[in-house]
């Protein structure tokens, strides 16, 4: 989506920790959304942060919200084989219901 | 635990034809959505329906029709299918009400020759 930006490809190792950066435009975001896509399948919810929080942690995830710059990160932790998918970024707008997604970040994990 | 159903999982067409993707939740959810998703584009919104008996376009709806024909179900018609309509289709739902999950179906693989 126009409104959501992310970039295309990230390569990572093993056990490295992976970085995913996100930017959106419109400052009336309410929630902001990291979700992931294996191959051949629709899309699942990793996490999500309130736009009033400037991080949140999850296990192995840590998201990192910078209202100011309306830039979004998703890190994960000790990147794993299995962590190879497209995550996609997502923001709900204040009124109405739609979700409006990124162009999606294809990561790739290398033994 | 059928979640979000849609069907058929793949469908090509001639230019000019005409379908529908069906949709179906189980899971009461007020919400759904149509996404298409093609090669470096993302997923980008066709249409959705916040709550029944309501739709709204999405950032590209144009040739494309929706129905909300009940909670359950929501279906997306290609009236005159282009070339450039070939992608691949996703339909979600989730409660109403922000911060809700959103639940994605499997996909329908649509090719227009």
Redesign the interface.
Known sequence: ??D?E?S?FLSVREGDSSVINCTYTDSSS??LYW?KQEP??????LT?I?SNMDMKQDQRLTVLLNKKDKHLSLRIADTQTGDSAIY?CAE?K?A?????????TRVLVKP | NAG?TQTPKFQVLKTGQSMTLQCAQDMNH??M?W?RQDP??????IY?S?SEGTT?K??VPNGYNVSRLNKREFSLRLESAAPSQTSVY?C?S?E?G??A??F????TRLTVV
């Open positions: 989506g126009e959501v992310q295309l309410t929630y979700y051949g399948a629709g899309l699942q919810l999500y309130f996609f709900e204040a109405g219901n739609k979700l409006t997604f990124g162009g999606g | 979000v007020n919400s959505y996404y470096g584009m993302g997923l980008r919104l959705y916040a709204d999405g950032e996703f979600a989730r109403a922000q911060g999950e959103a994605f179906g499997q996909g």
